[in-house]
């Protein structure tokens, strides 16, 4: 399965993939992140159960400190 993450194009060796499973792949950190798949923001909450598809587009931003 095929997706970009921020402009990056990942390829990853499995027929189903979650949200949660590309946080863990990718050691994104759990917490002060989020994540949008297609533009659409999805909480914290639904990572687990939002399965994404082949050609998918995630957007990851994570929150700093500072001004």
Known sequence: MTIEINRETRTF???????TDVVKACALPERGIA??????????GDW???????????????????G
């Open 13 to 19: 060796d499995v027929d189903r993939l979650t949200l």
């Open 35 to 44: 994540v949008a798949v297609n533009n659409k923001v999805v909480a914290r």
């Open 48 to 66: 687990g159960a939002t399965e994404l598809a082949d050609g998918d587009c995630l957007t990851v931003i994570q929150a700093v400190c500072g």
